[in-house]
């Protein structure tokens, strides 16, 4: 294999690893510290919804589905599932991800923390 050839390869797998983000990444006992940043708009227990919605089974949801919660006009029109990758990316900007979404809070740009919250948020089950 040439030496092009393998930073070609490199890069492509460099690139396809991004935004992949597991619930195993992370440390939940660390996330649920991190949650409490969280907790003022959203609940981790069922069927209470805040300000926010319940975080309560998030991961593996489709998004807007709560049926109980008033979501934005954006956010019942994003279509997407709440899987690790998805939360990960919508984690960091969530106004980038969804313009328009009720959700003011400005993010969490250390991916560790975003990991971690996952992890946290993946034990509501």
């Known amino acids: 294999m040439t030496i092009r050839w393998m930073g070609y390869l490199a890069a492509t797998v460099a690139v396809f690893s991004m935004g992949t983000a597991r619930a195993d990444d992370g440390d939940a006992a660390a996330g649920k ?5 969280c907790a003022l708009c959203h609940s981790p227990d069922a069927g209470v919804n805040k300000i926010g919605p319940s975080l309560h089974g998030i991961v ?3 998004s807007g589905s709560i049926e109980t ?6 956010m019942k ?5 709440w899987d ?6 919508y984690l960091v900007d969530p106004r980038a991800v969804v313009p328009g979404t ?10 560790k923390d975003r990991q971690n919250v996952i992890a ?3 034990t509501l089950k």
Do not use: C, W
Request: no cysteine; hydrophobic share 35%.
């Open 69 to 74: 919660f008033n979501y934005s006009p954006a």
């Open 60 to 62: 593996g949801r489709h």
């Open 120 to 122: 946290y948020l993946s």
């Open 84 to 89: 690790p990758a998805q939360l990960d990316t």
């Open 33 to 37: 510290e991190i949650f409490k940043k």
């Open 102 to 111: 009720k959700m003011i809070f400005p993010g969490l740009k250390d991916e």
């Open 77 to 81: 029109s994003f279509d997407k599932v």
